[in-house]
């Protein structure tokens, strides 16, 4: 079965500061991957995706993330944190066949200090 | 629409109550899904259509639970007789392709 652990419930970073988020799945084959950030009072905006091809996917706001088989993780990295940035951050897997529903992570929220 | 449309963005119910949650997709986004969000979770997969049918609906928590599309277009959650435990974010996504799914802000549910 399909699952998805983000190991850090809470993430505190200087602004400036470079940033990894950290997600490992659980999945039988290679899977659809996503990251998505949740601000407060808002939907889920899709940062960016892996389907296939090169393991490091670029994003927007200057996310990025690589895709690592042997270690079945998805980490999303970005070199300089902005205040902007603080918000929930969840991970997700979703089956390349049927539904495509997505398997998400518990999130990890990023606060950013100045 | 310019993005997926839920209502109301909020709902305070009492227990035992019925509630409609509704959700109207980006136009011409064939799949529609709907997700749970408790406090502190992640979001849980509830229901799925594929136009106006549901092909797995294996993560409705109860039969309280059920769902409907009309037009390839809105969708309804109905909870029935409404529990404390159903108090959450109820998501709604659409997917034109299944692959890529764009999500509403929510309604939040609230059972005193």
């Known amino acids: 079965a399909q699952s998805v652990t983000q190991p850090d419930i809470h993430i505190t970073v200087s602004e400036g500061a470079s940033l990894e988020l950290r997600c490992n799945y659980s999945?039988?084959?290679?899977?659809?991957l996503f990251w998505y950030v949740q601000s407060p009072g808002q939907g889920l905006q899709l940062l960016l995706k892996?389907?296939?091809?090169?393991?490091l996917v670029q994003g927007i706001k200057g996310f990025e993330a690589e895709f690592k088989r042997s270690q079945s993780s998805f980490n999303l990295r970005k070199p300089s944190v902005h205040w902007s940035d603080a918000a929930e951050y969840f991970c997700a897997v979703g089956a390349k066949a049927g539904a495509n529903n997505l398997f998400f992570g518990t999130g990890t929220r990023l606060t950013v200090i100045p | 629409g310019a993005g997926v449309s839920q209502s109301p963005s909020n709902k305070v119910t009492e227990k035992g109550k019925d509630v409609e949650l509704r959700c109207d997709p980006i136009?011409?986004?064939?799949?529609l899904y709907w997700y749970r969000q408790r406090l502190g979770q992640g979001l849980e997969f509830l229901i799925y259509?594929?136009?106006?049918?549901?092909?797995?609906k294996s993560g409705l928590p109860s039969d309280r639970f059920s769902a409907e599309r009309t037009g390839e277009s809105v969708s309804t959650l109905t909870i029935q007789r409404t529990q404390q435990e159903d108090s959450a974010v109820y998501l709604c996504?659409?997917?034109?392709?299944?692959?890529?799914?764009?999500f509403g802000a929510g309604t939040r549910l609230s059972v005193l």
């Open positions: 136009s011409g986004h064939t799949a």
């Open positions: 996504a659409s997917s034109l392709d299944r692959n890529i799914q764009y």
């Open positions: 999945y039988g084959a290679t899977p659809y």
């Open positions: 259509f594929q136009g106006n049918s549901a092909p797995d």
């Open positions: 892996y389907f296939s091809g090169d393991t």
